[in-house]
């Protein structure tokens, strides 16, 4: 299902249809953790997938850079299919396409200096003499400010404060020059204090190279940030899509009205209600909305059918039998 019929297709840059990931797990069975999952992203658009712990977000982000392969579904990107390729093609296809981890720690080498996080993909990706390449480190080191550059490029990433190695892994991912970023959990390991600076810097990237980007996070205040767009997602099913602001100001699904509830400083800020707080189930076997064991307003219908996407609004799509309107009521008796 293409959720943005209207567009133009060339401004699209990658387009997931009806995504299915299964993982076996204990007893030779199988979990869905993502379950027909469409979406599509624009030349220099990030779109933020907003969801708690454990709904498929990461996995859909490794599914779109093919270090996953899907189960179902098709994932095109600048009017490729890149669902299934293998060998040389999926080596091209994972320099257009950079992942930026959560924990730079972890994906930055501790024997490697600055310098030689960067020279190599440079030299693979844009080849150069020397003193080419030595030109491209001071330029991206620079505009990712970690400066003054000849002190940063002999450091080991052990001599860089947390921020500063989330620049150098945000500096070696455009290093390849690509056009689509994954960022999973960006900022959420970093000082409050230093979290700002790392998101303005994305921002500034975005609009200077016209990147698009996945940005993956539970915290819909970053989201409504760095996002263009919100995709709410709730156990490997998407709940609501909209234009960032729109889906703030007007949350629809009572999913999505639960995280803003849940979101410190938002004009909804408070205790939402809810049935009951268990994990959602993910077994294959699954019927009907992922919430409905959680939400207020569950019918038989929503525990029997997956409701299907409805556009509320140009733009602003929510899969929701009941989808609310106006304030969130806070003060609701609890069931
Ligand atoms: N390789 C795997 N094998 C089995 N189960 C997996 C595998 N990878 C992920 N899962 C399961 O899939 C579900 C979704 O995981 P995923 O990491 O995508 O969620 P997430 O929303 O990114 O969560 P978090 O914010 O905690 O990273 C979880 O239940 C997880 O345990």
């Not at 999952?37 to 982000?61: C, D, W, Y």
């Not at 093609?89 to 024997?111: C, H, K, T, W």
Request: charged residues 25%; aromatic residues 6%; contains cysteine.
């Amino acid at each position: 299902m293409h959720l943005f019929m209207s567009l133009d297709k060339s401004d699209l840059l990658v387009e997931a249809e009806n995504l299915v990931m299964r993982f076996p797990v204990r007893g030779g069975q199988w979990i869905r953790p993502v379950d027909d999952v469409s979406f599509s992203i624009r030349r220099g658009e990030v779109l933020a997938l907003v969801g708690e712990s454990g709904s498929g977000k990461t996995t859909i982000g490794r599914s779109l850079l093919r270090i996953l392969e899907p189960a179902q579904g098709t994932i095109r990107v600048a009017g490729s299919d890149v669902t299934h390729i293998k060998g040389k093609a999926l080596v091209r296809y994972r320099r257009e396409a950079q992942m930026i981890f959560q924990d730079p720690f972890g994906s930055l080498n501790p024997i490697k200096t600055v310098e030689a996080h960067l020279t190599f993909p440079i030299k693979k990706h844009r080849g150069g003499n020397a003193d080419r390449v030595s030109a491209v480190v001071d330029e991206l080191l620079t505009r990712v400010g970690l400066t003054p550059v000849d002190e940063t490029r002999q450091k080991f990433p052990h001599e860089l404060s947390g921020g500063q190695r989330q620049r150098l892994a945000i500096a070696r991912a455009l290093a390849v020059q690509p056009t689509f970023l994954v960022a999973d959990e960006l900022i959420s390991m970093l000082d409050v204090s230093i979290r700002a600076g790392i998101l303005k810097l994305m921002n500034e990237l975005k609009a200077e190279f016209r990147l698009s980007f996945l940005y993956i996070t539970h915290d819909l205040a970053s989201a409504r940030y760095f996002g263009d767009r919100i995709m709410v997602l709730y156990a490997g099913r998407i709940m609501e899509t909209a234009a960032s602001r729109e889906l703030v100001r007007n949350p629809s699904h009572p999913y999505t009205r639960l995280l803003l509830a849940a979101t410190p400083g938002s004009q909804h800020h408070g205790k939402l209600p809810e049935r009951v707080n268990e994990p959602p189930d993910l077994s294959e076997a699954r019927r009907g909305c992922p919430f409905a064991t959680r939400c207020l307003y569950a019918t038989d219908e929503c525990r029997e059918t997956m409701p299907p996407m409805t556009e509320i609004e140009p733009g602003h799509q929510v899969a929701c039998y009941h989808p609310q309107t106006g304030a969130i009521a806070v003060e609701r008796a609890t069931i």
